[in-house]
């Protein structure tokens, strides 16, 4: 049985791919809603018709998710490196879902995952 401490510090016990996956696809749905559907409600107060309705939000919705992704895959880089560079095999994960792991180094260096939200049972 491993402790819950062992369980903390352990650089092995990484979010799974499914959760990083569900995250990443509701941290960008949430991306589109803000920079597509806010953008459609305002040109269409502002009298705005036709092509503006559309074209103007899909390019906004476009340019905040390819922002989001560029953001994720550099903050992956690193994390990535840093997490082989302390001994933890990243094999199975890409650099966007590394990017939205969130982790902490903790003075004696051991590396520490946020608490899970659910049982691993």
């Given at each position: 049985m491993i402790s819950p401490d062992?369980?903390?510090?352990?650089?092995?016990?990484?979010?799974p791919n499914?959760?990083?996956?569900?995250?990443?696809?509701i941290g960008l749905a949430i991306y589109v809603a803000?920079?597509?559907?806010?953008?459609l409600f305002i040109l269409?107060?502002?009298?705005?018709?036709q092509w503006a309705l559309i074209g103007i939000p899909l390019a906004g919705a476009a340019a905040a998710?390819?922002?989001?992704?560029?953001?994720?895959?550099?903050?992956?880089?690193?994390?990535?490196?840093?997490?082989?560079?302390?001994?933890?095999?990243?094999?199975?994960?890409?650099?966007?879902?590394?990017?939205q792991m969130r982790y902490s180094i903790e003075p004696d260096g051991r590396w520490r995952w946020p608490e899970q939200t659910y049982s691993s049972d």
């Open positions: 062992d369980e903390l510090y352990d650089i092995d016990n990484r979010p499914w959760e990083l996956r569900l995250n990443l696809t803000l920079a597509g559907v806010a953008p269409h107060w502002l009298g705005l018709r998710v390819w922002c989001a992704l560029r953001d994720l895959k550099r903050r992956g880089l690193q994390a990535k490196a840093l997490y082989a560079a302390r001994g933890g095999n990243p094999a199975g994960t890409s650099d966007i879902l590394f990017g």
